[in-house]
């Protein structure tokens, strides 16, 4: 009998890379009946053979947020039920109840850690009693994590932090689809690119700094932002030389990557990322490395591995260090050969071992763990 499986999400795109793009068609791909619970608003679907759900979107003011989370939380619940799966894989922290319901009712609930979550909000400053709101949060998490039939990370802290909650744990990093074909096309103008999350984290004043030290340069930047941040970044002197483009699909983020010289990655030291120990769960350079695209990221420890000794597919730098950020742009602008070389590596790298076929193998042998337990 085909095993049902139903992903859920109330805060991811549906077409989210990892929920959708991986796992989801990875599933489908092998033989499971693969649905996914989405709150988006934009209707119902199905698509390379993954049905997708809609339960009306979850975009409302902060003052409203609670009331409409609760509403949100009943109807993916009761979506749920409906389908009546086999194996139940959420993907938000703000789902552990309704993981834990559904495990109550006799079903399998698997819980997807894309972050450390007690860790990101402790982080979050400006956040009214961050920290007594994360320890809280983590308590019902371990409640919950004890309870369910399995728990998929990203990280190695996750794992660590949780090895004695649940005796199914599986890491599943965001190593990337690998691209059969591309095409590597220099620009006139050296560019810089940069998709994904426009926030402080990845650097981005700096980088525009640093961008307006250098001449015949342009920096391309893609991804959402708040109108505040964005504000910061636009009085800066260096956003003349910046193309934003706002959020795009990830079809264009691909020819941006095949058409520009230089792929960044800078994110900031911070305990979600281990400090300077760094993870593998932002799959940001393995992108690059999927296009033949040099780059420039954090001298985490763990990256630094990758990338300068192992693989030699890019330059680290202090995310707070300025001027080793204009000596590597300057580096790699000067140094055309030595680009070549370094993409060449780092698409080598990725087809021989940094691609997702690796870890949707690991990804069918969880799900197989859990179906017979």
């Known amino acids: 009998m085909e095993m049902k499986v139903c992903h859920m999400t109330c805060d991811h795109n549906r077409y989210d890379t990892r929920i959708f793009q991986k796992e989801c068609k990875s599933l489908a791909n092998n033989g499971y009946d693969v649905s996914l619970i989405v709150a988006d608003g934009n209707g119902d679907e199905e698509i390379e053979n993954v049905k997708i759900y809609d339960i009306g979107s979850n975009k409302v003011s902060r003052i409203k947020r609670f009331v409409q989370y609760l509403k949100i939380r009943n109807r993916l619940i009761k979506k749920a039920i409906d389908l009546d799966c086999n194996i139940y894989h959420f993907h ?129 930047l893609a991804g959402n932002a708040t109108e505040e941040y964005l504000s910061e970044l636009k009085a800066l002197k260096g956003w003349k030389k910046v193309d934003y483009l706002g959020r795009i699909p990830f079809s264009k983020v691909c020819e941006l990557y095949q058409n520009s010289t230089i792929g960044i990655a800078v994110y900031n030291y911070c305990p979600n990322m281990g400090w300077k120990e760094g993870n593998l769960a932002n799959n940001k350079m393995f992108e690059f490395m999927n296009f033949g695209l040099p780059y420039i990221c954090t001298d985490y420890r763990l990256w630094k591995q990758i990338v300068e000794e192992e693989e030699k597919c890019g330059l680290c730098v202090n995310p707070d260090d300025l001027h080793q950020l204009i000596d590597a742009l300057n580096y790699l602008i000067n140094n055309p050969e030595e680009r070549k070389r370094m993409g060449e590596n780092g698409r080598r790298a990725v087809v021989e071992k940094y691609n997702w076929a690796a870890q949707e193998k690991l990804l069918l042998s969880f799900y197989k763990k859990i179906e017979n337990n």
């Open 92 to 220: 938000d922290p703000e789902l552990v109840m309704v993981g834990l319901s559904l495990q109550r009712k006799g079903k399998k609930v698997i819980f997807d850690m894309h972050e450390d979550f007690p860790q990101y909000i402790a982080e979050k400053d400006y956040l009214p009693m961050s920290k007594y709101i994360s320890r809280i949060y983590e308590g019902i998490e371990s409640f919950c994590v004890k309870r369910f039939s399995g728990i998929i990370t990203t990280r190695q802290c996750i794992d660590d932090r949780i090895k004695d909650l649940n005796k199914n744990i599986q890491m599943i990093t965001n190593f990337p689809i690998m691209v059969e074909k591309y095409e590597r096309n220099e620009p006139e103008v050296p560019t810089v690119v940069f998709a994904g999350a426009i926030d402080e984290g990845w650097r981005h004043k700096m980088i525009i700094e640093a961008i307006d030290s250098i001449d015949n340069i342009k920096y391309v």
